[in-house]
């Protein structure tokens, strides 16, 4: 057979193989990891983010880095994925995730580089994600959803990097009302935090921000002349268009005489005002429209006193629905009594350049509002992004009932059993469980790095900490740079937000360690950031 070589790609296709290949990936994840490192933790630092419209944001939420981060390196992008991922579906603790994958690929790449082959290392990161998980299961603290205190201190502990940690007592007790609220006993909380809806009044401080025991809509009334406020209102909710109905072919109508004119005009008032009736013998005062109102009924009903909002978008509707306790109904002619809904009170306001709606006084809502109030446009959009993370927290922790101690106490205490545990493995799967502790222990290596403590001193000093199954929740607290009892300190996370750390960390370092080579289609972008 001869040496010739056969050619299968196209000419321009690039190839970067085995090694090089690995640590152009690794290199590109790795940099990401540190655009975000030192943001976390109650002493990170923030970033600037300047669009190409040079609309300039400050934040420290890793979330809300990544988002703005244009990023080429196909890797890099798929950590970013990771980090989206957990955002979705626990609402935190996205830096600490990119911070562990990044953690767990660079020391794989030394693994590497010392002559191991990646399949060992792969096998050990799964022996190592499975034993922590399993230790997660075993030592983490059971509470119930009346457990407040715990869900208080979750909420603290997940403000303490943001920019509202200054009011993180007023901010925990105000978001954990609202979960309680629209929380039931069925489960998926989480699903539901969309159900508090989050409004920014720029004006006053965020001290002044407040609960609403119903729901805002930005929606102005249909006409001027309706009324600015409606006591023990009456709601009906409707999809259907409040016109006269138009012909869908073209037609002619024949007048005679002006006579026919009139009869032919008053014909269009009686739909109206049949229209009208149903809504005056049920006792309406209120109508919530997703489809149009025409000036004309605006007027009627203006004149009778009903306040009307038109064009309702489905996620106001339903918010609406959920708060006041109303049916949604197509066809008026079957509108009834007990497709009402019921609110105390009805308020049109405006709140800086947008008209709002507001209901309050619903009976046991299951929608509710939270008005944020600040001095500038920043501060109330780094409150509002915190804040939702914080409420997602909340009803993720009523889910899933478990919680562990933060402040770099649970991957501390991974980081020591699962050493233990590399002892109980023979062959070169036992460097790759050892390099996945050494992995974990990232995280509290950056909360102490951040924080300007001695890095070497401080973990070391953890890691002696450390001695029993008792002292387990012994972890960093960087507000008083000591060292402690985490979990009496009231610095509490998700277990299930390690959880998904773990999982996703170690099969993202997994598959990115089986990729031995990477090709490049002709006119593709170049690898890099």
Same mark, same amino acid.
């Given at each position: ?59 420290? $939420?890793?979330?809300?880095? &990544?988002?703005?981060?244009? /990023?080429?390196? +196909? @890797?890099?992008?798929?950590?970013? !994925?990771? *980090? =989206? ?83 993180? $007592?007023?901010?925990?007790? &105000?978001?954990?009302?609202? /979960?309680?609220? +629209? @929380?039931?006993?069925?489960?998926? !909380?989480? *699903? =539901? ?88 013998? &049920? ?15 605006? *007027? ?230």
């Amino acid at each position: 057979m001869s040496n010739v070589p056969i050619i299968i790609l196209k000419e321009g296709t690039e190839e970067v193989r085995e090694k090089e290949a690995r640590k152009q990936n690794i290199t590109a994840m790795v940099a990401i990891a540190e655009t975000v490192r030192s943001t976390l933790g109650p002493k990170g630092m923030s970033k600037m983010l300047v669009d190409s419209l040079g609309d300039v944001t400050i934040t420290n $939420d890793g979330a809300e880095i &990544l988002k703005n981060l244009d /990023i080429e390196n +196909i @890797a890099a992008n798929m950590m970013v !994925n990771v *980090a =989206k991922s957990i955002d979705e579906d626990i609402g935190d603790g996205t830096t600490s995730a990119v911070i562990f994958s990044a953690a767990l690929l660079n020391n794989a790449l030394e693994l590497v580089e010392q002559g191991i082959h990646p399949r060992p290392i792969t096998h050990g990161y799964k022996l190592a994600a499975d034993k922590a998980l399993s230790i997660i299961k075993e030592i983490s603290i059971k509470i119930s959803s009346d457990d407040d205190e715990v869900l208080k201190n979750a909420a603290k502990t997940a403000m303490n990097s943001k920019d509202i940690a200054p009011l993180k $007592d007023f901010f925990a007790d &105000l978001a954990l009302k609202a /979960i309680k609220q +629209i @929380a039931d006993e069925k489960g998926n !909380n989480f *699903a =539901k935090v969309s159900n508090v809806k989050i409004v920014k009044a720029p004006g006053k401080s965020l001290k002044d921000t407040e609960l609403i025991n119903g729901v805002y809509t930005q929606k102005e009334k249909v006409n001027a002349m309706m009324p600015v406020s409606i006591k023990d209102a009456r709601i009906a909710v409707i999809r259907r268009k409040l016109d006269v109905k138009k012909t869908e072919f073209d037609a002619q109508v024949r007048i005679s005489s002006p006579s026919d004119i009139q009869k032919f005009l008053d014909q269009e008032d009686k739909i109206l005002l049949d229209y009208l009736k149903i809504f005056k013998d &049920l006792g309406v005062n209120m109508v919530v429209n997703s489809s149009d109102i025409s000036d004309k009924f605006g *007027a009627y009903l203006a004149k009778e006193g009903i306040a009307a909002i038109k064009s309702v978008g489905e996620s106001d509707y339903k918010s609406i629905l959920k708060a006041v306790g109303a049916k949604l109904v197509d066809d008026l002619t079957s509108l009834s009594e007990d497709d009402l809904g019921f609110a105390e009170r009805i308020h049109f306001e405006k709140l800086g350049d947008d008209e709002y709606t507001l209901f309050t006084g619903c009976k046991n809502p299951k929608s509710v509002s939270i008005l944020i109030k600040g001095g500038l446009d920043k501060i109330l959009s780094t409150a509002e992004v915190s804040l939702n993370d914080v409420l997602s927290v909340i009803a993720k922790i009523i889910d899933t009932k478990t919680v562990v101690a933060g402040g770099g106490a649970i991957y501390i205490e991974l980081a020591k059993r699962i050493r233990t545990y590399a002892n109980e493995i023979s062959g070169k799967e036992q460097l790759a469980v050892n390099a996945f502790a050494l992995a974990l222990e990232e995280i509290p290596k950056t909360l102490i790095k951040n924080a300007g403590l001695a890095e070497i001193e401080k973990l070391t000093e953890l890691r002696a900490a450390h001695k029993t199954d008792d002292d387990k929740w012994v972890g960093i607290d960087t507000i008083t740079n000591t060292i402690g009892d985490n979990y009496k300190r009231g610095i509490v996370e998700p277990a299930e937000l390690i959880n998904h750390i773990i999982k996703s960390g170690s099969e993202l370092a997994n598959l990115i360690l089986r990729v031995d080579r990477i090709i490049s289609a002709k006119g593709s972008r170049p690898e890099g950031l």
